[in-house]
Structure formats: structure tokens, C-alpha cells
T-cell receptor
């Protein structure tokens, strides 16, 4: 099915553990994004990628690592999870043209205990 | 720096009443403006977007928004609220290929 999918949908991990959130899109969109959603803050950009092997920091990149070896995949890794990283994470993609719609995954709810 | 503010983190309306969700932006260049809706446990989906062709933009589900440059606003309205409109609404501004700034969101409740 065409679209953008995130996995897992829910994840509980312990402080200090490494965890990777997956994102896969089938449109061959150039741009992909990772956001975190927290109450009162809306969506904040963590990292984005303009193409395979091109990534850049967003507003809140500390504690996160991304890679993009293939156009369709954009995994987000928390190297050593902290409780402050408990959040809902959204992956999104766009074709890259201005004023075009961003397509969002359904989100991953991550709890760090 | 670009920013988006949404007045009112929570808005309640009665079913059938007017819905008005406020969005103001600051941008040093003419922006591209969007409204997204998020239903519970789902990702965001596009409601409407502003193009320079018209200041009044119609979107899905009966929503529309008016761009007012003098007021730097892009408020979202719907003449008659429906129960299914209960959701979180986000205003967003795009000023370059990699800069989409989202507002903090407004949670809309519809009272039967």
C-alpha cells in the first residue's frame, strides 16, 4: 500500500537504552522529517533529510541520530534514551516543492521509564 | 525568525455553532500557510493551504480560512460544527524547502 508507515506504534524502553524508530514511505519523496509532539509545544522538528545521504538538524536534535541510506527509509535512533524523550514521534515526507502537502505517519508513542 | 501562534489551546463549541480557530504568523517573507487536523491517535492530515490565487481558501469538511496580510493572520472557520470535527488543529507556515513551523495546536471540542 502506498503511504508512510512508522514502526513500532508503541514502545516502552528503559533509561539508557538505545532505541530506533522506523519510517518508510512509498512515494519516493525527496524530503523526510522527524517531529516530536509534546503537550503545549505542538510539533518540533528533530531532523530532516533532503535526499538519501543528506540529513540536517532541526530545532531539537540533541540525543537523536538519523540516517538515510535509501530514499524510502529514514530511521531515528535515540542513542541513550532519557525520560525527557518520552513523546509521540511523527515521521513526515514531502516532494520537496514549496507549498506542497506533508504526509504524516501515524506516529510512535515512546515511553522511557 | 518565523513563528506561529494559535490563540487558545482549547476551544469548545456547541454542535451547529460557528467554529473559529485563530492563527497568527510572523515571517520576513511572504509565507506559505497551512492548516492540518489531527484526529485521536492519528497523524496529521492537510485541511487546507493558502496559495496566492485567493485570500479565502476552502478546504475539506466544510472548513475555510482567510489570509489577511495586514493582520498576519490565517484564521480557520466553519459555519456549523459537527461532532466529527472534534480534533487537534495545527496552523503551519513554510518559508523554505526545509522550514515548516507548526503552531502549538488548538484542541477543538464539540458539545452535543
Amino acid at each position: 500500500d502506498a503511504g508512510i508507515t512508522q514502526s513500532p506504534r508503541y514502545k516502552i524502553t528503559e533509561t539508557g537504552r538505545q532505541v530506533t524508530l522506523m519510517c518508510h514511505q512509498t512515494w519516493s519523496h525527496s524530503y523526510m522529517f522527524w517531529y516530536r509532539q509534546d503537550l503545549g509545544h505542538g510539533l518540533r522538528l528533530i531532523y530532516y533529510s533532503a535526499a538519501a545521504d543528506i540529513t540536517d538538524k532541526g530545532e531539537v536534535p540533541d540525543g537523536y541520530v538519523v540516517s538515510r541510506s535509501k530514499t524510502e527509509n529514514f530511521p531515528l535512533t535515540l542513542e541513550s534514551a532519557t525520560r525527557s524523550q518520552t513523546s509521540v514521534y511523527f515521521c513526515a515526507s514531502t516532494s520537496g516543492a514549496l507549498n506542497t502537502e506533508a504526509f504524516f505517519g501515524q506516529g510512535t508513542r515512546l515511553t522511557v521509564v | 525568525a518565523q513563528s506561529v501562534t494559535q490563540l487558545g489551546s482549547h476551544v469548545s463549541v456547541s454542535e451547529g455553532a460557528l467554529v473559529l480557530l485563530r492563527c497568527n504568523y510572523s515571517s520576513s517573507v511572504p509565507p506559505y500557510l497551512f492548516w492540518y487536523v489531527q484526529y485521536p491517535n492519528q497523524g496529521l492530515q492537510l485541511l487546507l493551504k493558502y496559495t496566492s490565487a485567493a485570500t479565502l481558501v476552502k478546504g475539506i469538511n466544510g472548513f475555510e480560512a482567510e489570509f489577511k496580510k495586514s493582520e498576519t493572520s490565517f484564521h480557520l472557520t466553519k459555519p456549523s460544527a459537527h461532532m466529527s470535527d472534534a480534533a487537534e488543529y495545527f496552523c503551519a507556515v513554510e518559508t523554505s524547502y526545509d522550514k515548516v513551523i507548526f503552531g502549538p495546536g488548538t484542541s477543538l471540542s464539540v458539545i452535543p
